[in-house]
């Protein structure tokens, strides 16, 4: 073998390694993508069966939902971590408050 058959073959497998190493980059990224995704889907099925249980609980109990509660049903969501804002409604909060949400709140 000649040294240019070799120096091309070297240049080859590490050509051939850099496309494995971004392949194995963007692997990476999706792992992190849909491990935070399903991060956030857990904690939506957690309040999501609390919610459940305790509308169980309420029904279970005879009562009817009351007139002027709307307000109250929309602080405890946001309590829970959604959005009651127009802008994201219904949406998973993950930076904290929001202030369109605490402003609708306050009015």
Do not use: W
């Not at 939506?44 to 009562?63: F, I, P, V, Y």
Request: aromatic letters at 8%; proline letters at 1%; a negative charge.
């Amino acid at each position: 073998m000649d040294k240019q058959a070799v120096f091309a073959q070297v240049a080859n497998v590490e050509e051939r390694i850099g496309e494995l190493y971004r392949e194995l980059g963007s692997l990476k990224h999706k792992i992190v993508e849909l491990i935070e995704e399903n991060q956030k889907l857990q904690m939506e099925n957690e309040n999501l069966r609390k919610r459940l249980s305790a509308a169980e609980k309420h029904e279970a109990e005879g009562a009817s939902p009351m007139l002027g509660e709307g307000y109250d049903n929309l602080a405890r969501l946001y309590q829970e971590g959604f959005h009651i804002c127009n802008l994201h409604y219904g949406s998973l909060r993950t930076e904290g408050d929001c202030l369109f949400c605490l402003s609708f709140l306050h009015k």
